[in-house]
C-alpha cells in the first residue's frame, strides 16, 4: 500500500538495524528515503556485522521504492549539515525525520570486557561521553539542521529512536541517562515545534531482531518484531492528523501497533509488557 506518495524522509544510522528496517517500510510506502550510515559496502564497517548503504539501497530498489544512500558520520557536523543540504537541493522539503543513528555500542565490539565490570565506576570513562557526543548530540544536530527545512512543509514528524532503558536502573548508567536524555529532548523539541505543526516523539522499540541480537544467540525472540515493524509505526503517525496530541511523548513501538491495527512482516503481533 502506497500511503506515503509524495513523502520525503531521512534515517540516519541505516545501514542495518533498525534504521534500515525503517528505511525499508517508508520506500516500501511510497516516500522518497535519503537515508545515511558509514558503511558504503559490504565488509568496511567498523563492526563484525552485515550491512551497508549499498544493501539497504539495493533492497529498497527491490522493493519499487526510491531511496538515496549518503555516506555520514553524524558526529561530523559539517557532513550532517551537507546531507541536508541536499535533501533541499533535490527535493526542497523534508516531512519526516527518523533520529536512529546513535553511538556508545562500541564496548560489545572493542575487546572491552564489558561483561566483567561490576558497577559504572569499573567501566571506561569514555562510555559517557560516546553515549551523549554520539547518541544524544547527534539527534540534537541533526533536528536541529533539518527543522529549518521541515518547514517549508505543512506539518511533519520527528522520531528520536530511544528505549525503555530511559524508564529503568538496570541497563547501565551511561545508557539509561542518555536514553533519559533523549526523551526529555524530545519534549522539550515538541514545546518549541508546536507553533509550527510539527510532530516530536520518542519511539521505543521491542526486543528488535537485528543483525546484532540475531548474532548474539542468547535472546528469546518468541516476543520479537522485525526492525520495519518500527518502520510501521512511523508511517502511521505521520499519516495520522491527530498525532499532534502525542507530541512530546515516548511511545511504545508495540502498543501503537495495537493502536493502529498493524501486524508484523509475519503477521506476527508482539504484545507490550504493560
Known sequence: ??????????????????????????????AVVYFTGRTLH???????????????????????????AIQCD????????????????????????????WG???HYFDGTKFWEEKGFWTA???RWDRMFQAGVRVQYVTSALAVPLMLKSTGGLIANISFIASRKVD????????????????ACMAHELMPH????????????????VLKAGVFDLSNS???????????????????GAFSGEALDVLKLALRYGYTDLDGTQPQPET
Not at 76 to 101: C, F, P, T, Y
Open 1 to 30: 500500500m502506497q500511503n506515503l506518495q509524495g513523502t520525503v524522509a531521512l534515517v540516519t544510522g541505516a545501514s542495518r538495524g533498525v534504521g534500515k528496517g525503517v528505511a525499508l517500510e517508508l520506500a516500501k510506502q511510497g
Open 42 to 68: 559490504e565488509g568496511e564497517g567498523s563492526v563484525d556485522l552485515p550491512g551497508s548503504l549499498t544493501s539497504t539501497l539495493q533492497e529498497i530498489e527491490a522493493l519499487g521504492g526510491k531511496g538515496v
Open 74 to 101: 553524524h558526529t561530523d557536523d559539517h557532513q550532517s549539515r551537507k546531507v541536508l543540504e541536499q535533501i533541499e537541493q533535490e527535493q526542497g522539503k523534508l516531512d519526516v525525520l527518523v533520529n536512529n543513528a
Open 104 to 106: 556508545g555500542y562500541e
Open 124 to 126: 571506561p570513562l569514555s
Open 171 to 186: 541497563m547501565g548508567v551511561a545508557y539509561g541517562a542518555a536514553k533519559a536524555a533523549s526523551d526529555h529532548m524530545t
Open 197 to 212: 505543526g510539527i510532530t516530536a516523539v520518542a519511539l521505543h522499540p521491542g526486543l528488535v531482531r537485528t543483525e546484532s
Open 225 to 243: 518484531h522485525s526492525p520495519e515493524f518500527v518502520g510501521m509505526a512511523v508511517s502511521a503517525l505521520y499519516r495520522d492528523a491527530e498525532s
